[in-house]
């Protein structure tokens, strides 16, 4: 998969690809390429912003720079522009985005670009979250970290399965090395060896994590079924 960041601020990227992601980019699993609007601008000074008509504070990105930038790319694939005003990034979103064999990312800066060059190019505007921050390249590569995580061969499919709203809940607690911590003990069940009765306690556990933290989570039809197995199991 093939991701293409329009941003001021290419830089801001290196940390996104290491680790995991680092890994997948070596294998050719996916490919970020870095496009600097900065390098589209005519102005000598290499300017991409100005002030806004009708007034107000801030400054405002160019259409004609980011218009340019665009026009650069050789595929022209669907557009996410990184918006507080955007549908919010969840699980459906994520999965229904790595279908996708390519997305350019445009990343806002200042108080935003000028409304018609987003006409003209987004096909789509999308939050991390009903906040503002100073830029769309955080929420960028929020978007390049959960979706390239469903890109086959990026990560293993069993583990996949067992994340965190996959299935409509929250994972399991997790455990490890000592068997003893701070007089707290990993569960008896865990290093019992029997995988049937350690995936039954696990999924238990999780729709009881999922009822604590994110109840909203059970208000679907599977959700309640969760419930239900846990109420049965307690009558």
């Given at each position: 998969?093939?991701f293409?960041v329009?941003?001021?601020?290419?830089?801001?990227?290196?940390?996104?690809?290491?680790?995991?992601l680092?890994?997948?980019i070596?294998?050719?699993l996916?490919e970020?390429d870095?496009i600097n609007?900065?390098?589209?601008?005519?102005d000598k000074?290499?300017?991409?912003?100005?002030?806004?008509y009708g007034g107000g504070?801030?400054?405002?990105?160019k259409?004609?720079?980011?218009?340019?930038a665009?026009?650069?790319?050789?595929?022209k694939?669907k557009?996410?522009y990184?918006?507080?005003?955007?549908?919010?990034?969840?699980?459906?979103?994520?999965?229904?985005?790595s279908?996708?064999?390519?997305?350019?990312?445009?990343c806002?800066h200042y108080?935003g670009?000028?409304?018609?060059v987003?006409?003209?190019?987004?096909d789509e505007?999308?939050?991390?979250?009903?906040?503002?921050?100073t830029?769309?390249e955080i929420?960028a590569?929020v978007?390049?970290?959960?979706?390239a995580?469903y890109?086959?061969?990026?990560?293993?499919?069993?583990?996949i399965?067992?994340?965190s709203f996959?299935?409509?809940?929250?994972?399991y607690p997790?455990?490890?090395?000592p068997e003893?911590?701070?007089d707290?003990?990993?569960?008896?069940i865990?290093?019992?060896?029997h995988?049937k009765?350690?995936?039954e306690w696990?999924?238990k556990?999780?729709?009881?994590n999922?009822?604590r933290?994110?109840p909203?989570?059970?208000?679907?039809?599977?959700?309640?079924?969760?419930?239900?197995?846990i109420?049965?199991?307690n009558?």
């Amino acid at each position: 998969m093939k991701f293409q960041v329009l941003t001021l601020f290419p830089e801001m990227f290196e940390a996104v690809q290491k680790s995991v992601l680092g890994k997948a980019i070596e294998k050719g699993l996916i490919e970020i390429d870095l496009i600097n609007i900065r390098d589209f601008s005519k102005d000598k000074h290499k300017k991409v912003d100005d002030t806004p008509y009708g007034g107000g504070a801030g400054m405002v990105m160019k259409p004609d720079v980011v218009y340019d930038a665009y026009q650069s790319l050789q595929t022209k694939a669907k557009v996410i522009y990184l918006s507080p005003q955007g549908k919010v990034l969840d699980q459906n979103k994520v999965v229904e985005l790595s279908k996708e064999k390519e997305l350019i990312l445009l990343c806002g800066h200042y108080e935003g670009i000028d409304q018609r060059v987003l006409d003209k190019i987004v096909d789509e505007e999308v939050s991390i979250g009903d906040y503002v921050l100073t830029g769309g390249e955080i929420p960028a590569m929020v978007l390049i970290d959960t979706v390239a995580r469903y890109v086959k061969g990026v990560l293993n499919e069993e583990s996949i399965k067992e994340e965190s709203f996959t299935n409509g809940l929250l994972e399991y607690p997790q455990y490890t090395k000592p068997e003893i911590f701070q007089d707290m003990a990993v569960p008896e069940i865990l290093k019992s060896g029997h995988h049937k009765k350690i995936n039954e306690w696990r999924r238990k556990e999780a729709i009881k994590n999922t009822y604590r933290k994110k109840p909203n989570l059970l208000e679907t039809e599977m959700g309640k079924q969760y419930l239900k197995e846990i109420e049965d199991e307690n009558k």
